[in-house]
């Protein structure tokens, strides 16, 4: 019942002053775990409202987490010319986070 596409949704219709570009998210068995970039003037809206989103649209249990901007796609990766996957991923609970950005 939850997708990708549904979380993605739910990231981009944050508002967009927030900045959120990057996102990854891991569903385990108790709960659901998103991890946003988000910069520090924005984090706690950005954590509360996605929590709230998420709890409303999905009904189910989620812990949001902010990080520094830069923290799942560094900017030297952004910056350079590599093909880039960017990190927003619905990961399952065995599934390794760091798999979100893959550069070659």
């Not at 219709?13 to 927030?18: Q, T």
């Amino acid at each position: 019942r939850i997708t990708q596409y549904g979380l993605e949704e739910l990231v981009f219709g944050l508002p967009a002053a927030y900045g959120v570009l990057f996102w990854r998210a891991r569903a385990e068995p108790s709960v659901l775990r998103v991890q946003i970039e988000v910069a520090g003037a924005h984090r706690a809206d950005a954590v509360g409202g996605l929590t709230t989103s998420i709890t409303r649209s999905l009904g189910v249990p989620c812990e949001v987490t902010a990080l520094e901007p830069g923290t799942l796609v560094p900017r030297e990766v952004l910056n350079s010319n590599p093909d880039v996957i960017k990190p927003r991923t619905f990961l399952g609970a065995d599934e390794d986070w760091n798999e979100a950005a893959q550069h070659r």
